[in-house]
């Protein structure tokens, strides 16, 4: 029998129409919470909410651009106008434009993984601590990094890990200032994950999984759900002791 860790509570995940963020939602409302689900795209949303009340659950989808400060506002505050408050928060959104070595990246490249991988994440925590810190219960958040951030080298991906490494040490420096405020704040890192995103240019399924059976010890990418598994753990109240940690889910590739 699955424990139901979330039942009752609120749980937001930004960039939850796809991938990682998706499998995030639906592993939250498998336990019993009420979820938010944000994203640029509307239809993604309306299909991970679909999925989430064939299982029984609820959940509201809000569009939202995360690197605008209101729309994280709007965002949180349609969380706890809908469910009453925001219990947790995973801050998944995130954009990959690699390939180009650094004297070869365009302005708009660089521009469009700060904005959305650090500015995104900064905006929506701050929303996010502003109304848990009002709460008598606090809340737990969920940074998703990487391990091209601060744990691996990768060639041709140098302003994504900046971005990355980024979102690592801002997790630890938000939670050492809001840890006290009853909020407590984590990070997961993943390695290649089973998503579009960790396809090469041009590469299909079939030359991942190839590629994959050489690249790390454990022979294949992480399942979205395994992120997934690893992201509700410090959530859940298991990991009340575990504060600005940043936790690598990653096939052993960094061990
Ligand atoms: N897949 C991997 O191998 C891997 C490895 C390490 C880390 N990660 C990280 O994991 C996270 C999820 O990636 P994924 O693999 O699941 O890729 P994905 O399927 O492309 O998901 C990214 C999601 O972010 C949303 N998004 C992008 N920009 C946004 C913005 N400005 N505001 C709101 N939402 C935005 C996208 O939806 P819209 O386009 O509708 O906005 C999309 O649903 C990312 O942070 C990524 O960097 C992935």
Do not use: C
């Amino acid at each position: 029998m699955t424990t139901a860790r979330f039942t009752g509570r609120t749980a937001l995940a930004t960039g939850a129409g796809s991938g990682i963020g998706r499998a995030v939602a639906l592993a939250f409302a498998a336990e019993g919470a009420n979820l938010v689900v944000a994203g640029r795209r509307q239809e993604p949303l309306d299909e991970t909410v679909t999925l989430i009340e064939a299982a029984g659950g609820k959940a509201l989808a809000v569009t939202a651009d995360v690197s605008r400060a209101a729309d994280a506002q709007a965002l949180v505050a349609a969380a706890v106008d809908h469910f009453g408050s925001l219990d947790v928060a995973v801050n998944n959104a995130g954009v990959f434009r690699g390939g180009a070595p650094l004297a070869d990246l365009s302005e708009e490249d660089w521009h469009t993984q700060l904005d959305t991988n650090v500015t995104g994440v900064f905006l929506a925590l701050r929303a996010e601590i502003r109304q848990m810190r009002t709460q008598p219960a606090g809340g737990a958040i969920v940074n998703i990094a990487s391990v091209f951030g601060v744990h691996a080298r990768h060639p041709g991906a140098a302003a994504y890990a900046a971005s990355k490494a980024a979102v690592s040490v801002l997790t630890r420096g938000a939670a050492l200032d809001h840890i006290r405020d009853g909020v407590r704040i984590n990070a997961v890192s993943p390695g290649a994950v089973d998503t579009s995103m960790s396809l090469g240019p041009g590469e299909t399924e079939a030359d991942r999984t190839q590629r994959m059976r050489e690249a790390v010890p454990l022979g294949r990418v992480s399942a979205t759900e395994e992120v997934a598994a690893a992201v509700l753990h410090l959530a859940s109240d298991a990991a009340a002791s575990t504060v600005g940690t940043d936790l690598v889910v990653d096939s052993g590739a960094t061990a």
